[in-house]
Structures are given as structure tokens and as C-alpha cells.
């Protein structure tokens, strides 16, 4: 913190300590002001500055009297719409308040709630205090953190926006009870989980058939490797298979540890979508050869990450060999298992040097290195679940997108049908939350699902990843075409630059396609790409290519499709500079047009700028404008008159309402003066 805003940090409290000063006592002052400066010590100061000092002062008082009693190991939780009449200070946002013992998970499994409800958080405060409470959970004061008998308090005051409706602030407070029972649990149980892992392994490593040593080796070294802070542990339960069953599985009663200590709590769905136990495709692991199962659940999490958790799933044998349960481990894989290299992790490291043989490539040829990166820049999630067979064939897939670009779908089937991996290539350059948002939808309408997940990715290639997990619904996946999915993504990631080069490849050929586009493409800002079209845009590239210094003015009247008969529209094109409205207005007036709408695009030909002036018309008698037959004389008509061959007056009308050209208007204005002279009564304008 600088020096400049810790002055104006504590000149802030101190205005705090000012108001406390007047209207506490002197013990209950002396009090608040030790708390405000542990409340405020990690907020950012623009927080506290910036806000009211009356509002800062309502809201810390009420934080510190709402903590003055507490029973320890129970939480204590307010969720109310701060009234100045009812609760002594007032807020325009709904208040949360927590007062629990200290421990993990508990600020971001609070956040992540909020956010999935669409919640904003407008201010939080989260200290930790160390206090002293006597028998009945009152508060004595606060204390060191060395003090006898002192507890480590983790308090809460988050400021979100407001819920003005009771059933509304029940069901949140209902929600936040929930999270910070299962975060108690999972951190109570977090010890036993270990012991009980260190359990497994041994019995992993005594009772496996020997056939199987050395995936039962690696396997082992995997779980010792999850112990090392590597994975987030929340839950475990144990599972039992009887003798000579087949299909099925019983909960050993009392096995269940952290979020699994509840018998109700499950993590699988069966085919008809409901959470249960044991869904029938848990019994083809049982009979497959691998000791170890990863997989996402179900259901997601309410602890530190709102995401589906991680089930680790490892068999139970006796002592000949078969198996007769299950050991199944759920939490998240920790920052640091994603971080490492996977030839670093026992699994991953056999998986990725199969891969690697299986392709052929030298270790030292370009094309093994580029594999070698696709496998340790690949989605850890994907490395761990997939097998072998998907694992090659879609990383070979991402190594061929370093030769040639473009946008690719690759995707994964969850072996037990709940989920389908979706990898999604497309150009760095057209990477936006809109083209992110659409390719979901995508997803989730041809695969009958749900986007449960995105994870966008960027490196310093020419591709941006996007992984999409999709949660599909009871009765699966439909019958799908990972071609034509893929086309409708190309569709929604092509730029309209591409769509124009490809419209002039196929109007004028490749080499000249590609030449304009090149002079043009990049030309284009996104004004002018709302307003036209690829083809309309063509048009204009034709027009513009007629711009030269000794003739900077294009012109093209035209029509819209949906435009009325008496409507016109006109393009005026200038190279170099715009054209001022005043000098093109009364030019159209006087041809018999009423002008509506004016848009104005710039428009980038290497170093040269275009002014493409559109202008949205009527006839001014409201009549038709058979646009087919006077194309052409209106634009020679207006380039008369800018050029100044011919006169800009009422006359010009002439060539709309009579379809005269403007040859027969010069004509007819020289007829008409020439009667002037001749002393006949009637105006130019009259005639």
C-alpha cells in the first residue's frame, strides 16, 4: 500500500473513530476502534475512501455487536436489508454477516455461491480475529494470537444486491447454512480422508493381482501423489460387492467420511436422472482391469469451487485377488496438479510416453517435440479421463492445427454417457465472450445437454481452446455428427472478412478475390459491417476501385429489399475527405427527394481513406421511383451538378417525376430562360 492512500485510509477511520467517539461509551469505543482497524487492514483503500463514513460506521458497528455472542463450533449468520428505523443504519444492498471458527474454504465457497445465484458483491470485509468468549459464547474482546483460550474467529459482512422479497432471502440464507455445514464437515474429515487413502494404497499394493503388478504400481504411486496436496479431499465412502454378484453395490454402513458422511448424499445420476449410490455403468468398472477410476460427478460442488467434483475410484480385493468393493474419493484436483508437467505424475507420465511411441515420431523431430507440447498443454481433466485410443486421436488432430489453422471440434464421450468433452480450435483473433457464449449453445442443442462447464485457453499460438464440458440430459447423447456440428461452429466463428474474401473469390476468381480483399478486408470498421453484407460490400469495393485523384467521387443509388416503392437510397463516395451535408443536401432536395436518414463509414484503402456518405430517401410527392429506369440518369443527373455542367434548381425534378435526362433538363432550363429574356411573366420555378 502506498503512502499517499494509507493517509487517506486511516484519515477515513479515523472520521469513523470520530462518530464512534460521539455516540459510544468509552469502554464499547475503545472496543470498536481495535476492530475497525482489523476489519479495514487487507481492503483495497479506493473501497474505503470512497464509500460514506456514515455507511462505513453502520456497517463495522453492526458487524462487531452482531459477533458479541457466538457458541464455538456452531456459525453464526444474519442475512437482512439494513433499516435505519429497525437496525439503527441503513444500506441500499441486502447485508450478509458471518461470525464462524476459522477455516479453509470458507470465502471463496461464500463467493462462488453469490456469483452462481447472479449476485453482485458491492463490498466484503473477511478478517480474521482472535477472541476470547466465556461459557456461554459471549464475547470477552479480542486477544493475540498466542492468547490462552482465545479462538480464531473467521468474520464475514458482504454487501450484495439487494432481494427484496422474504422467500427469496430464506432460500439464499438456506443455501449459505448448507455450504458452511459442508465446508465444517469436509475440513473436520479432512485428516480421517487421508488416513483412510494411506488405507487404501496399502491395501492396493497387498491385495491386487499380481498379473497386474505394474498398474497396480503406478496406481499406487498416483493415490500416494494425490496425498501430497494435490488433491482438495471432501468426501469418501466405501462400497461393497457381495459374493458372486455381478452388478450392484452396497454402502458399507458408517464408512462415510466429509460431504459423504451424509447417507444421502450422492454424486451419480442413474438413466432416468436421478441421484443414486450406484448407477448401472459403476458395474462396468468393476469388471475392467484397471484398478482406478477418475471421473466428474454429477453433482457439483458447494465447497471452494462450484464446478462437478472428482471421483476417485479405487477397487477393493481380498486377499485372492477379486473384487469385492469399491473405494470412491471425491473432491478437486488441486492449482498445482493442473500446473505440473503430467510426465511429472504418476498416471499421466505412462499415458503421454504411450502416446508419443504410438505416433512414431523421434523424440527429437520437430513433430515429436510439437506433440510432446499438445500432450503437457493439453486439458488435465482430458488427460486423466480419456483413454489411450481417444487421448492419440485427438491429439494428433490439435498437432495438425500447427501446419494449417483453423477452426476444429474435437470431442470425448464420458464412458458412462453423462457427459461429452468438447475441445473447440478457433483463430486467436475471433476469440469473444459472444462467439464463446454461441458455440454452447451449439453444443448444447445438437448434444442435448447443458454447457456444465468452459474453460478458454490462450497461448501464444494462432488458436484459442476452448474446453466445454456438457452435461447431457436423461437418455443421453442423440445420434450426432461431429462434421456437422463442426460446420456450424466454422459458421459462427467466420469473421465477415472471411465470408467477403470468399464471396469475391467466387465473383471474380482467387487471384483478383484475394487482391481486393487484401486492399479492402481490413478496411472495414464494425459500423459498416452491421450495415452491409458481404455482397453489398462487393458493390462497394467495385465502386470504389473507380476512386482515383482526378475522379474522387463515386455515386449508386439503390434499394433495399425491404424498402417501400417510394423509398431510394444513395451512396456518395469520396476519396479523401468527407463531403459536407450542406453541399449535398440541397442537390438531392432539388431532384424531388425528402431525406430521411444520413450515415457516414470511413473506409481504409491502404494509406487512403474513402467517405462512404448513405442516405436513406423518399420521393417528396410520396409516389413510386421505378428505380430500374432511373438508375442511371439520377446518378448522371447528380454528378451534373457536382461537377457544375449542369445547374442545381427545382428543375432537376424533372428526372424523377418525368424521367428526363439531364441533357433534356439543360435543355429545358436554357428554354426557359431564354423566355425570361423574352419578357414571358413566368418564374423559372413556375415553368
Same mark, same amino acid.
Given at each position: ?28 469505543? #475503545? ?154 464437515? #469436509? ?16 491395501? *492396493? ?89 477418475? *471421473? ?14 472428482? *471421483? ?376
Amino acid at each position: 500500500m502506498r503512502q499517499g492512500e494509507l493517509e487517506r485510509l486511516n484519515a477515513k477511520l479515523d472520521a469513523v473513530r470520530a462518530i464512534g467517539a460521539q455516540r459510544l461509551g468509552k469502554a464499547e469505543q #475503545a472496543a470498536f476502534s481495535e476492530a475497525l482497524d482489523r476489519f479495514y487492514a487487507n481492503v483495497s483503500p479506493d473501497e474505503v475512501v470512497e464509500a460514506p463514513t456514515e455507511g462505513i460506521y453502520g456497517a463495522a458497528l453492526a458487524l462487531w455487536k452482531f459477533g458479541a455472542k457466538r457458541r464455538p463450533g456452531a456459525p453464526r449468520l444474519r442475512l437482512y436489508n439494513p433499516r435505519l428505523s429497525e437496525h439503527g443504519w441503513e444500506s441500499p444492498h441486502t447485508v450478509l454477516e458471518i461470525i464462524n471458527d476459522d477455516m479453509p474454504f470458507l470465502v471463496d465457497s461464500l463467493t462462488a455461491l453469490l456469483t452462481e445465484r447472479g449476485l453482485g458483491i458491492h463490498a466484503i470485509l473477511h478478517p480474521l480475529l482472535t477472541v476470547t468468549r466465556d461459557a456461554k459464547g459471549v464475547r470477552k474482546g479480542l486477544a493475540g494470537p498466542g492468547a490462552e483460550g482465545a479462538l480464531r474467529e473467521s468474520v464475514i459482512q458482504a454487501q450484495i444486491d439487494q432481494i427484496g422479497d422474504d422467500e427469496t432471502l430464506a432460500g439464499l440464507e438456506a443455501d449459505i447454512r448448507q455450504m458452511l455445514a459442508d465446508v465444517r464437515i #469436509a475440513v473436520e474429515d479432512w485428516k480421517p480422508i487421508l488416513t483412510r487413502l494411506g488405507e487404501v494404497t496399502a491395501g *492396493l499394493r497387498r491385495d491386487a493381482p499380481k498379473k497386474a503388478a505394474e498398474a497396480t504400481a503406478e496406481v499406487a504411486e498416483f493415490l500416494d501423489w494425490l496425498a501430497q496436496d494435490n488433491f482438495t479431499f471432501l468426501g469418501y465412502r466405501e462400497y461393497r460387492i457381495g459374493e458372486g454378484r455381478k452388478l450392484g453395490a452396497d454402502v458399507v454402513e458408517g464408512s462415510g467420511l466429509g460431504l459423504m458422511r451424509d447417507p444421502d448424499y450422492t454424486i451419480l445420476r442413474d438413466a432416468k436422472g436421478n441421484f443414486t449410490d450406484w448407477s448401472p455403468e459403476m458395474d462396468a468398472f468393476v469388471t475392467d482391469v484397471s484398478p482406478l477410476l477418475i *471421473l466428474k460427478a454429477n453433482r457439483r460442488s458447494t465447497v471452494h469451487r462450484p464446478t462437478h467434483l472428482d *471421483l476417485i475410484g479405487v477397487k477393493r480385493y481380498d486377499a485372492k485377488g477379486r473384487v469385492i468393493g469399491e473405494h470412491a474419493f471425491i473432491g478437486h484436483f488441486t492449482a498445482a496438479a493442473y500446473n505440473r508437467n503430467p510426465r511429472a505424475i504418476p498416471l499421466l507420465r505412462q499415458k503421454v510416453e504411450r502416446i508419443i511411441a504410438r505416433a512414431g515420431f523421434a523424440p527429437a523431430s520437430h513433430d515429436g517435440k510439437a506433440l510432446t507440447n499438445v500432450l503437457e498443454t493439453y486439458p488435465r481433466d482430458e488427460l486423466f479421463q480419456s483413454t489411450d485410443e481417444q487421448l492419440y486421436r485427438n491429439a494428433m488432430g490439435v498437432l495438425h492445427l500447427a501446419t494449417r489453422p483453423r477452426t476444429r471440434l474435437f470431442l470425448r464421450p464420458d464412458r458412462f454417457g453423462r457427459f461429452l468433452s468438447c475441445l473447440i480450435y478457433v483463430p486467436r483473433e475471433r476469440y469473444t465472450t459472444e462467439l464463446r457464449v454461441r458455440m454452447g449453445e451449439i453444443l448444447a442443442e445438437e448434444l442435448n445437454g447443458r454447457v456444465a462447464t468452459y474453460t478458454p485457453s490462450f497461448s501464444d499460438e494462432a488458436l484459442a481452446r476452448v474446453h466445454f464440458v456438457i452435461a447431457l440430459r436423461p437418455g443421453g447423447a442423440p445420434d450426432y455428427d461431429v462434421a456437422e456440428i463442426e460446420q456450424r461452429i466454422i459458421g459462427a466463428a467466420r469473421s465477415w472478412g472471411d465470408v467477403l474474401r470468399e464471396a469475391l473469390v467466387d465473383r471474380i476468381g482467387e487471384h483478383e478475390g484475394n487482391r481486393l480483399h487484401g486492399r479492402y478486408g481490413n478496411g472495414f470498421r464494425s459500423g459498416y459491417r452491421d450495415s452491409f453484407n458481404a455482397v453489398a460490400a462487393i458493390a462497394d469495393i467495385e465502386k470504389m476501385e473507380e476512386l482515383t485523384e482526378a475522379a474522387p467521387l463515386g455515386l449508386k443509388f439503390y434499394r433495399r429489399l425491404e424498402d417501400p416503392d417510394s423509398a431510394v437510397r444513395f451512396k456518395l463516395f469520396r476519396l479523401g475527405r468527407a463531403v459536407p451535408l450542406s453541399d449535398c443536401l440541397p442537390v438531392l432536395e432539388n431532384m424531388g427527394f425528402r431525406i430521411l436518414e444520413e450515415d457516414t463509414f470511413r473506409i481504409k484503402r491502404g494509406d487512403e481513406r474513402i467517405w462512404l456518405h448513405d442516405f436513406y430517401m423518399q420521393s417528396a410527392d410520396g409516389g413510386d421511383v421505378v428505380l430500374s429506369e432511373l438508375r442511371e440518369k439520377l446518378e448522371e443527373a447528380y454528378g451534373a451538378v457536382w461537377s457544375g455542367a449542369a445547374d442545381d434548381d427545382p428543375l432537376n425534378r424533372l428526372v424523377l417525376v418525368a424521367s428526363l435526362s439531364v441533357r433534356e433538363t439543360v435543355l429545358l432550363r436554357a428554354y426557359s430562360r431564354f423566355l425570361r429574356q423574352a419578357r414571358i411573366p413566368y418564374s423559372v420555378g413556375y415553368m
